[in-house]
């Protein structure tokens, strides 16, 4: 049996194209399928449980670096939201016969920092690759070799 590899991408997270590129390779556009769903998740959780509005920046922070200057109690529902989602594109992935006893996981582009910060992985079996341009830079190159090395 061949082992194999996965990989994640901000344009293909999940298997499911993107709508957009990340526009002009800004920062704040890096994961936008990801940081969305995540950002109105987290905030819902938060207006349940606490009956506050938190910033979206505070939000962003934590998916990004794991992190925030905020209450202990605020971080650990946005880190329990954000580990959630990603045990979800975990289980994904499973469903779709990736086995990290068989293949290596590559997670690139902007999206990669959910599976850093929040997944459970063999650092290993699991390359992070956090440029958010990534898998821009990805198509790029395979646009570059079918056509000759020519753009």
Excluded at 114 to 131: M, Q
Aim: glycine share 10%; net charge neutral; with cysteine.
């Amino acid at each position: 049996m061949t082992a194999s590899r996965g990989i994640i991408g901000c344009k293909f997270f999940l298997g499911f194209p993107a709508q957009k590129c990340c526009r002009a390779h800004s920062e704040s556009d890096s994961f936008f399928d990801t940081r969305h769903i995540n950002i109105v998740a987290a905030r819902e959780k938060l207006m349940q449980r606490f009956g506050v509005a938190v910033d979206d920046v505070v939000i962003e922070e934590v998916l990004r670096y794991g992190e925030a200057d905020i209450g202990k109690q605020y971080l650990d529902t946005i880190r329990g939201t954000a580990k959630d989602y990603v045990a979800g594109i975990m289980r994904r992935l499973r469903e779709h016969e990736y086995n990290p006893e068989l293949m290596k996981l590559y997670a690139v582009g902007g999206g990669s920092c959910l599976i850093k910060n929040f997944a459970e992985y063999d650092p290993a079996r699991v390359t992070i690759n956090g440029d958010i341009c990534a898998t821009a830079k990805g198509y790029e190159l395979l646009a570059q070799r079918s056509m000759g090395g020519l753009i």
